[in-house]
């Protein structure tokens, strides 16, 4: 089974950059549609960008388009999201998962984002 770990959080102002890392222990990692997601304050978890296993394929929440950036390398069972001009609507907790989530899937600790304005 694929254990995922999220890193790369931080807090930043407005218009400032992060890159969140998923790292994948396990063998399937390279065969599992991915995603990050993302719980705000008060919220329930939500999909905040998507990528095929073979990367080929991305889909992005539409308020991200054109800011974030989703990649994997499965050569490193590796996963990441490049987030650039932040805005505090971008707050929250990311986490990197399977899409859709599995029987037995279940949320990890996850890495904290904090926009401020």
């Known amino acids: 089974q694929v254990q995922l770990v999220e890193s790369g959080g931080g807090s930043v102002q407005a218009g400032g950059s992060l890159r969140l890392t998923c790292v994948g222990s396990g063998r399937t990692f390279g065969t599992s549609d991915l995603a990050w997601y993302r719980q705000a304050p008060g919220k329930e978890h939500e999909l905040v960008a998507a990528?095929?296993?073979?990367?080929?394929?991305?889909q992005y929440k539409d308020s991200v388009k054109g800011r974030f950036t989703i990649s994997r390398d499965n050569a490193k069972n590796t996963m990441t999201l490049q987030m650039n001009s932040l805005k505090p609507e971008d707050t929250g907790i990311y986490y990197c998962n399977r899409r859709p989530l599995g029987l037995y899937d279940y949320w990890g600790q996850g890495t904290q984002v904090t926009v401020s304005s």
């Open positions: 990528i095929s296993w073979s990367g080929s394929s991305t």
